[in-house]
């Protein structure tokens, strides 16, 4: 068994990490580590995990960590990742980190949008863990940034038709809504309940910092600079994602192209589904799973093309997709602690 340490278990995506792990087939949870909660079980912080996870919470230490874990999640906010994963690369672990301190490999485009990187020359060591596009590269690689969720849903429908010429970059318009979890579990005004419920707004728009993230990656996989306009909602739901993108097809792309493009990216994908034409993606159907449903719809009066994607923000958003990133490191199957039966309702 492998030895996995969670740096950062009690936040959300932590947590989230936790139960898929705790049912893993192929690792052990030897260490979880939280500030708030240091010398406190996790089933205490988690009621749900009574009887699966009795583990005791402590302090962060480089030294206990790499004593008893072969692989790291750093399940932190931005900025502490970058002076915690340079010691632990030294010692031979590898590390997913769930923040954005690892995902550009422009440290000046880092620093732009978040703070000064002090561990930039890992940047251009590290992998940008979209397993779905970048599986080799993360099977070579001892340090891997996790995506965030929003590029997540945005990246998987729109890469494929980048990388064949299928659509117009300068006319990508990204819509998408986000349930509440995905603020974290840290409290603030605007995600409290009485801010949320019956409420349905837009933030940030035209300036979140994932808009980057996604114009870099973008840019790398259509080989021309791509600006995609995006625009993020907070929905009153816990957890979910819808994105909805506009693009303008090629001159002479049809319906079809579009579709046989998908198959022949995803037909071997375990984790993304393709939606049949009377049936669009919807939150409710990948609710606590890894997998992110894609659909389509061609608006021919218009020359607009409308796609879909649904995900679990803290899923393939955020923790399931990490523990696919180890899977790849580790050579175990891909999908091993994912398979998760959905709930029908």
Do not use: W
């Not at 010691?87 to 590898?94: A, N, T």
């Not at 509440?180 to 579990?185: E, I, K, L, M, P």
């Amino acid at each position: 068994m492998t030895r996995v340490a969670i740096v950062g278990a009690t936040g959300y995506a932590g947590a989230e990490l936790v139960r898929i792990l705790a049912g893993h087939p192929e690792t052990e949870l030897t260490v979880l580590t939280s500030r708030q909660y240091a010398g406190v079980r996790f089933d205490h912080v988690y009621p749900a995990m009574a009887g699966q996870v009795e583990i005791v919470c402590r302090q962060y230490s480089a030294d206990h960590v790499c004593e008893y874990a072969d692989l790291i999640f750093m399940a932190l906010p931005h900025k502490l990742p970058m002076a915690f994963v340079p010691d632990i690369l030294k010692k031979g672990k590898k590390v997913v980190d769930l923040s954005a301190d690892f995902r550009f490999a422009d440290v000046s485009l880092y620093e732009s949008v978040y703070q000064p990187h002090t561990a930039g020359d890992l940047l251009d060591k590290a992998v940008y863990g979209l397993c779905e596009i970048y599986a080799d590269q993360i099977k070579a690689t001892n340090l891997v940034g996790n995506p965030g969720c929003y590029p997540t849903s945005v990246l998987l429908p729109l890469i494929p038709l980048l990388r064949q010429g299928l659509l117009e970059p300068a006319t990508l318009i990204a819509d998408s809504k986000s349930g509440v979890s995905g603020a974290g579990r840290s409290l603030s005004l605007t995600t409290h309940y009485c801010e949320v419920d019956e409420s349905f707004k837009a933030y940030k728009v035209a300036a979140h910092r994932h808009n980057p993230e996604m114009n870099a990656i973008l840019s790398r996989e259509a080989n021309k600079p791509v600006s995609i306009t995006f625009v993020p909602h907070l929905v009153p739901m816990n957890r979910g994602m819808l994105t909805t993108i506009y693009a303008t097809p090629s001159s002479g792309v049809t319906i079809s192209d579009i579709a046989e493009c998908y198959r022949k990216a995803y037909h071997q994908r375990r984790f993304v589904r393709l939606c049949p034409e009377d049936r669009l993606p919807d939150t409710r159907h990948v609710r606590g799973t890894n997998f992110c449903d894609i659909g389509f719809k061609l608006d021919e009066q218009n020359g607009r093309l409308v796609l879909l994607s649904a995900i679990d923000n803290l899923v393939k958003g955020a923790a399931g997709q990490a523990v696919q990133n180890m899977n790849l490191m580790l050579g175990f199957d891909e999908t091993a602690g994912l398979l998760n039966v959905p709930y029908p309702l």
